[in-house]
Protein backbone atom coordinates (compact mmCIF):
# COMPACT_ATOMS: atom_id res chain seq x y z
CA UNK A 1 0.00 0.00 0.00
CA UNK A 2 2.78 2.47 0.62
CA UNK A 3 4.24 2.02 -2.85
CA UNK A 4 0.58 3.31 -4.42
CA UNK A 5 0.60 5.95 -2.00
CA UNK A 6 4.45 7.02 -3.10
CA UNK A 7 2.29 7.33 -6.63
CA UNK A 8 -0.91 8.85 -5.64
CA UNK A 9 -0.25 11.92 -6.76
CA UNK A 10 0.42 10.92 -9.95
CA UNK A 11 -2.67 8.87 -9.88
CA UNK A 12 -4.45 11.72 -9.19
CA UNK A 13 -3.11 13.72 -12.07
CA UNK A 14 -4.84 10.35 -14.03
CA UNK A 15 -7.94 10.90 -12.43
CA UNK A 16 -7.64 7.76 -10.77
CA UNK A 17 -9.24 7.30 -7.26
CA UNK A 18 -7.68 4.50 -5.04
CA UNK A 19 -9.97 2.30 -2.47
CA UNK A 20 -8.28 -0.01 -0.50
CA UNK A 21 -9.90 -3.05 1.36
CA UNK A 22 -8.95 -5.48 3.92
CA UNK A 23 -11.17 -7.71 6.02
CA UNK A 24 -8.96 -5.54 9.31
CA UNK A 25 -11.92 -2.79 10.85
CA UNK A 26 -11.54 1.30 10.70
CA UNK A 27 -9.62 1.18 14.02
CA UNK A 28 -6.91 -1.51 12.75
CA UNK A 29 -7.04 1.00 9.63
CA UNK A 30 -5.96 3.69 11.69
CA UNK A 31 -3.58 2.55 14.31
CA UNK A 32 -1.44 1.10 11.35
CA UNK A 33 -2.01 3.93 9.40
CA UNK A 34 -0.76 6.64 12.25
CA UNK A 35 1.63 3.82 13.29
CA UNK A 36 3.69 2.65 11.05
CA UNK A 37 2.32 3.51 6.68
CA UNK A 38 2.49 7.24 7.78
CA UNK A 39 6.50 6.48 8.43
CA UNK A 40 6.58 5.16 5.02
CA UNK A 41 5.25 7.67 3.06
CA UNK A 42 5.20 11.16 2.91
CA UNK A 43 1.76 12.11 3.85
CA UNK A 44 0.31 8.96 4.90
CA UNK A 45 -2.41 7.39 3.47
CA UNK A 46 -4.20 9.73 1.40
CA UNK A 47 -7.51 7.63 -0.06
CA UNK A 48 -10.07 5.72 2.50
CA UNK A 49 -9.21 2.28 4.08
CA UNK A 50 -12.05 0.39 3.89
CA UNK A 51 -13.34 -2.13 6.39
CA UNK A 52 -14.47 -5.71 4.75
CA UNK A 53 -14.55 -7.57 8.32
CA UNK A 54 -17.51 -10.39 7.11
CA UNK A 55 -15.50 -10.50 3.64
CA UNK A 56 -18.59 -9.73 1.72
CA UNK A 57 -16.78 -7.33 -0.76
CA UNK A 58 -14.05 -10.14 -1.13
CA UNK A 59 -16.61 -12.68 -2.09
CA UNK A 60 -18.21 -10.77 -4.63
CA UNK A 61 -15.10 -9.84 -6.24
CA UNK A 62 -13.22 -13.42 -5.92
CA UNK A 63 -10.63 -12.61 -3.38
CA UNK A 64 -12.02 -13.87 -0.29
CA UNK A 65 -10.41 -17.13 1.13
CA UNK A 66 -12.23 -18.41 3.40
CA UNK A 67 -10.09 -20.78 4.90
CA UNK A 68 -8.36 -17.90 6.54
CA UNK A 69 -10.75 -15.05 6.90
CA UNK A 70 -8.75 -12.35 4.76
CA UNK A 71 -8.95 -11.36 1.10
CA UNK A 72 -6.04 -12.12 -1.19
CA UNK A 73 -4.17 -9.53 -3.25
CA UNK A 74 -6.38 -8.10 -5.92
CA UNK A 75 -6.09 -5.38 -7.87
CA UNK A 76 -8.71 -3.88 -10.00
CA UNK A 77 -9.09 -0.97 -12.34
CA UNK A 78 -12.57 0.58 -12.64
CA UNK A 79 -13.51 3.12 -15.51
CA UNK A 80 -16.11 5.65 -15.39
CA UNK A 81 -18.82 3.67 -16.39
CA UNK A 82 -18.31 1.27 -13.42
CA UNK A 83 -16.74 -1.48 -15.88
CA UNK A 84 -13.65 -3.40 -14.68
CA UNK A 85 -10.99 -2.90 -17.03
CA UNK A 86 -8.48 -5.48 -15.75
CA UNK A 87 -8.01 -7.21 -12.46
CA UNK A 88 -4.73 -8.97 -11.21
CA UNK A 89 -4.82 -11.61 -8.14
CA UNK A 90 -2.07 -13.09 -6.62
CA UNK A 91 -1.14 -14.70 -3.18
CA UNK A 92 0.05 -13.02 -0.70
CA UNK A 93 3.60 -13.58 -0.26
CA UNK A 94 4.17 -11.25 -3.90
CA UNK A 95 3.51 -7.95 -3.72
CA UNK A 96 2.65 -6.08 -6.97
CA UNK A 97 4.15 -3.62 -8.81
CA UNK A 98 2.36 0.18 -9.07
CA UNK A 99 4.26 1.04 -12.73
CA UNK A 100 2.42 -1.73 -14.24
CA UNK A 101 -0.73 -0.65 -12.76
CA UNK A 102 -0.14 2.93 -14.36
CA UNK A 103 1.27 1.89 -17.69
CA UNK A 104 -2.11 0.08 -17.81
CA UNK A 105 -3.89 3.01 -16.25
CA UNK A 106 -2.54 5.14 -19.46
CA UNK A 107 -3.68 2.39 -21.68
CA UNK A 108 -6.81 2.05 -20.97
CA UNK A 109 -7.52 5.87 -21.31
CA UNK A 110 -6.11 6.12 -24.38
CA UNK A 111 -8.21 3.15 -25.67
CA UNK A 112 -11.28 5.12 -24.10
CA UNK A 113 -10.22 8.33 -25.97
CA UNK A 114 -10.10 6.88 -29.21
CA UNK A 115 -13.49 5.01 -28.59
CA UNK A 116 -12.19 1.93 -28.83
CA UNK A 117 -10.85 2.47 -32.88
CA UNK A 118 -7.34 1.90 -31.21
CA UNK A 119 -5.60 -0.70 -29.50
CA UNK A 120 -2.28 -1.01 -27.45
CA UNK A 121 -0.10 -3.74 -28.32
CA UNK A 122 2.32 -5.86 -25.84
CA UNK A 123 4.10 -3.99 -24.03
CA UNK A 124 2.75 -0.54 -25.26
CA UNK A 125 3.68 2.01 -23.03
CA UNK A 126 2.58 6.14 -23.61
CA UNK A 127 4.32 7.60 -27.03
CA UNK A 128 4.10 4.19 -28.14
CA UNK A 129 2.89 3.31 -31.22
CA UNK A 130 -0.73 1.74 -31.00
CA UNK A 131 -3.04 -0.72 -33.84
CA UNK A 132 -6.20 0.37 -35.55
CA UNK A 133 -8.39 -2.94 -35.74
CA UNK A 134 -9.71 -3.19 -38.89
CA UNK A 135 -10.09 -5.58 -41.94
CA UNK A 136 -6.68 -4.02 -43.66
CA UNK A 137 -5.10 -5.22 -40.17
CA UNK A 138 -6.33 -8.75 -40.62
CA UNK A 139 -2.86 -11.21 -40.83
CA UNK A 140 -0.68 -7.74 -41.28
CA UNK A 141 -0.09 -6.71 -38.08
CA UNK A 142 3.77 -7.97 -39.17
CA UNK A 143 3.94 -5.07 -40.71
CA UNK A 144 2.95 -2.23 -38.25
CA UNK A 145 4.18 -4.03 -35.27
CA UNK A 146 6.99 -6.42 -34.04
CA UNK A 147 7.56 -7.59 -30.47
CA UNK A 148 10.56 -6.03 -28.92
CA UNK B 1 -18.53 11.08 2.67
CA UNK B 2 -20.50 12.46 6.13
CA UNK B 3 -18.47 11.25 9.10
CA UNK B 4 -20.00 8.22 10.77
CA UNK B 5 -20.47 7.64 14.20
CA UNK B 6 -18.60 6.01 16.07
CA UNK B 7 -19.76 2.99 18.53
CA UNK B 8 -18.39 0.00 20.09
CA UNK B 9 -19.46 -2.49 17.07
CA UNK B 10 -17.29 -4.03 14.61
CA UNK B 11 -18.96 -2.56 11.24
CA UNK B 12 -18.16 -4.11 7.92
CA UNK B 13 -18.84 -3.61 4.30
CA UNK B 14 -21.94 -5.11 2.12
CA UNK B 15 -22.40 -5.68 -1.27
CA UNK B 16 -25.74 -3.33 -2.89
CA UNK B 17 -28.08 -3.52 -5.76
CA UNK B 18 -28.90 -6.20 -7.83
CA UNK B 19 -25.92 -8.92 -6.93
CA UNK B 20 -26.85 -8.25 -3.13
CA UNK B 21 -30.56 -9.27 -4.06
CA UNK B 22 -29.45 -12.26 -5.73
CA UNK B 23 -27.45 -13.01 -3.32
CA UNK B 24 -30.29 -13.54 -1.00
CA UNK B 25 -32.00 -15.48 -2.66
CA UNK B 26 -29.83 -17.97 -3.58
CA UNK B 27 -28.98 -18.08 0.19
CA UNK B 28 -32.41 -18.41 0.50
CA UNK B 29 -32.68 -21.72 -2.24
CA UNK B 30 -31.01 -24.49 -0.65
CA UNK B 31 -30.57 -25.94 -3.76
CA UNK B 32 -27.67 -23.54 -4.75
CA UNK B 33 -24.94 -24.23 -2.71
CA UNK B 34 -21.94 -21.93 -2.07
CA UNK B 35 -22.55 -18.44 -0.81
CA UNK B 36 -19.76 -17.11 -2.03
CA UNK B 37 -20.76 -15.91 -5.25
CA UNK B 38 -18.20 -14.58 -7.79
CA UNK B 39 -19.46 -11.61 -9.65
CA UNK B 40 -16.74 -9.85 -10.94
CA UNK B 41 -15.09 -10.39 -14.88
CA UNK B 42 -13.00 -7.96 -17.04
CA UNK B 43 -15.45 -6.26 -19.82
CA UNK B 44 -18.64 -6.59 -16.89
CA UNK B 45 -19.93 -4.13 -14.11
CA UNK B 46 -17.88 -3.61 -10.78
CA UNK B 47 -20.19 -5.10 -7.59
CA UNK B 48 -21.37 -2.03 -6.28
CA UNK B 49 -20.98 -1.76 -2.40
CA UNK B 50 -21.07 0.09 0.58
CA UNK B 51 -18.97 0.04 3.52
CA UNK B 52 -17.26 1.53 6.34
CA UNK B 53 -13.72 3.28 5.93
CA UNK B 54 -10.97 5.27 7.84
CA UNK B 55 -9.74 8.08 5.86
CA UNK B 56 -7.51 11.01 7.06
CA UNK B 57 -8.04 10.48 10.88
CA UNK B 58 -11.79 10.08 10.16
CA UNK B 59 -14.41 7.29 10.34
CA UNK B 60 -16.60 7.48 7.19
CA UNK B 61 -18.80 5.50 4.46
CA UNK B 62 -18.02 4.78 1.04
CA UNK B 63 -20.10 3.57 -1.36
CA UNK B 64 -18.28 2.61 -4.72
CA UNK B 65 -21.28 4.28 -6.78
CA UNK B 66 -20.34 7.51 -5.92
CA UNK B 67 -17.22 7.24 -7.88
CA UNK B 68 -19.14 6.26 -10.99
CA UNK B 69 -17.99 9.06 -13.72
CA UNK B 70 -14.18 8.87 -12.57
CA UNK B 71 -11.48 5.77 -12.76
CA UNK B 72 -10.87 3.97 -9.58
CA UNK B 73 -8.11 1.65 -8.88
CA UNK B 74 -9.60 -0.85 -5.91
CA UNK B 75 -7.02 -3.16 -3.92
CA UNK B 76 -7.62 -5.77 -1.67
CA UNK B 77 -4.85 -6.81 0.62
CA UNK B 78 -4.38 -9.84 2.96
CA UNK B 79 -4.31 -7.53 5.93
CA UNK B 80 -2.93 -4.56 7.86
CA UNK B 81 0.59 -5.30 9.79
CA UNK B 82 1.90 -8.46 7.54
CA UNK B 83 4.64 -7.74 5.46
CA UNK B 84 4.45 -7.02 1.67
Not at chain 1, 46 to 68: F, I
Not at chain 1, 73 to 87: E, K, N
Not at chain 2, 50 to 71: Q, R, T
Request: hydrophobic share 35%.
Amino acid sequence: MSAVAGRFDELQKLGVEVLSVSTDSTFVHKIWEEEELSKMTKDGIPWPMVADGAGNLGKVYGVYDEGNGVNIRGRFLIDPDGVVQAMEVMTPPVGRKIEETIRQVHAFQHVRKTKGAEACPAGWEPGKKTLKPGPDLVGKVWKKWQPE
Amino acid sequence: MPDEPVGCARPTGKVVGEIAENEDRLESDPGVGGKSMIMVRVGGKAPDFEAPAYHKGKFINVKLSDYSGKWVLLCFYPGDFTFV
